[in-house]
């Protein structure tokens, strides 16, 4: 039998990889990536909650909806900026975009 | 048992993706890996019987998040560099392994309170009566929109050609 546990642990391992990589890595777009993994796990965390805890409410999905929304919105804006450094700076690397570094 | 089964094979396929998209040297091929973690993913959600989710699941992050990832890629000819990682590589490793094991730990510990009712199937006409219906989230539902439409216009005025 397949419980809310085994679904919570596998978006909290998901969640790890996502954060490891957002933090680790120097590639903004693989930065972006990660994120996407981490906003992936939220959702499946979401929805575990909505079918074992409300299942006739439906809450959890509601909100995977809009975290999709977000989602879609996050990823067409960063690409969007990460472009633009790459045309003013020719890198993406997350290190040498430092000019508003302390 | 079969959906047991499909469980663990979603699961084990979903980390492993996971894991190759921060790992792998070629960029190209993590966003490959990544579209089979949003796959799985997806399948995730058919066996928490969301079948709505898993269809937008598969139109949005496969069909469109992926596609804007690999032209991102195909864009900034940052390939050739691989994805290195930078000076927090071991404090990474110890805060996301330290976020594991607390996690880990509050989840199978808190006593949840497991409803036993069978879960709404298909869940797409409850969806819209909930989001759209009394006491629902039609104000959510209109300012997703407008959210979506204020990052269409940044995303254009941004990468327009001066």
């Known amino acids: 039998m397949v419980s809310l546990q085994h679904y919570l642990i596998l978006a909290v391992v998901l969640f790890s990889i996502g954060l490891y990589g957002a933090l680790s890595k120097r590639n903004a777009i693989v930065i972006l990536m990660s994120i996407e993994i981490m906003l992936n796990a939220v959702n499946i965390a979401m929805v575990a909650f909505s079918r074992y805890i409300v299942p006739t409410l439906l809450t959890g999905q509601v909100f995977t909806i809009f975290i999709m929304v977000v989602a ?8 969007g900026i990460i472009i633009a450094i790459y045309r003013n700076r020719e890198t993406i690397d997350a290190t040498e975009i430092n000019l508003m570094k302390w | 048992m079969g959906l047991e089964i499909t469980f663990w094979i979603l699961a084990v396929v979903g980390v492993a993706a996971a894991l190759l998209v921060v790992s792998l040297r070629n960029v190209f091929r993590e966003a490959l890996c990544l579209v089979l973690c949003f796959l799985a993913v997806a399948g995730i959600f058919l066996t928490l019987s969301a079948d709505f989710l898993a269809a937008i699941q598969v139109l949005v992050y496969v069909g469109a998040i992926s596609i804007l990832i690999i032209l991102g890629i195909m864009l900034t000819r940052e390939v050739q560099r691989g994805s290195p990682a930078n000076r927090l590589l071991f404090p990474a490793v110890i805060v996301a392994g330290l976020f594991l094991g607390v ?16 879960p709404v199937e298909p869940t797409i006409s409850a969806l819209g009566a909930r989001l759209f219906g009394d ?11 407008i959210l979506l439409l204020v990052a269409i216009l940044g995303a254009i005025i941004l990468v327009r050609e001066k």
Request: a negative charge; hydrophobic letters at 65%.
């Open chain 1, 72 to 79: 879609a919105a996050e990823a067409a804006v960063g690409l």
């Open chain 2, 103 to 118: 996690m880990a730990f509050a989840v199978v510990d808190t006593p949840w309170q497991i409803s036993g009712v069978p």
């Open chain 2, 135 to 145: 006491g629902g989230f039609i104000l959510a539902v209109e300012i997703a929109p």
